[in-house]
């Protein structure tokens, strides 16, 4: 326990300074600020990912920097701060599962987690295979993450409509990859 409320003093110590700190020292302050939010952010992955990623740790908390502008000061920094990371590693969970009940239902088809180019490749194949209508229901489900009431509500289309198409999606795509 006392652990933690001493790092949770250091990173409002640590922010303070950064928002108070003159323009030339800034960065200096900045630093401070990422290697104890770091430290915060991988604990936070572990405990809901059970996962040790650095990179995603260092987005997180790049999300949170480049968002301190947005912090009122209405709750502590560590608050706020650890919401913002929480939020971050829940969408990283949310997609996933997502993906890995694609590539459960699909043998063969993998979407990468990146924005490389193998995964925008992966994407046009997809789109030229499937009808735009069942590409829209695919980039809902997906690559948002969304389950069929949720894509039926944002298509407002009906849940068994979303439902039949994601079938047929999933029958390309088999045929497609499964080979």
Request: hydrophobic share 40%; with cysteine; proline share 3%.
């Amino acid at each position: 326990m006392g652990g933690t409320v001493l790092r949770k003093d250091l990173e409002n110590l640590a922010y303070h300074n950064w928002y108070d700190a003159p323009a030339t020292t800034k960065e200096e302050c900045s630093q401070t600020l990422r290697e104890l939010l770091l430290g915060h952010a991988q604990a936070v992955m572990f405990s809901i990912l059970r996962k040790n990623d650095e990179a995603l740790a260092n987005e997180a908390v790049n999300h949170v920097m480049l968002n301190l502008d947005s912090f009122k000061g209405e709750a502590q920094f560590t608050s706020w701060a650890h919401r913002v990371l929480m939020s971050v590693m829940y969408d990283q969970r949310r997609l996933d599962r997502k993906r890995k009940e694609v590539s459960m239902d699909v043998p063969g088809f993998d979407l990468p987690s990146d924005d490389s180019i193998e995964s925008r490749d992966l994407l046009m194949t997809v789109k030229k295979l499937l009808t735009p209508e069942d590409y829209t229901v695919f980039q809902h489900i997906v690559i948002l993450g969304e389950n069929h009431d949720e894509a039926s509500s944002e298509l407002r289309i009906p849940k068994s409509t979303i439902t039949r198409m994601w079938a047929r999606i999933k029958g390309t795509l088999q045929h497609e990859f499964a080979q």
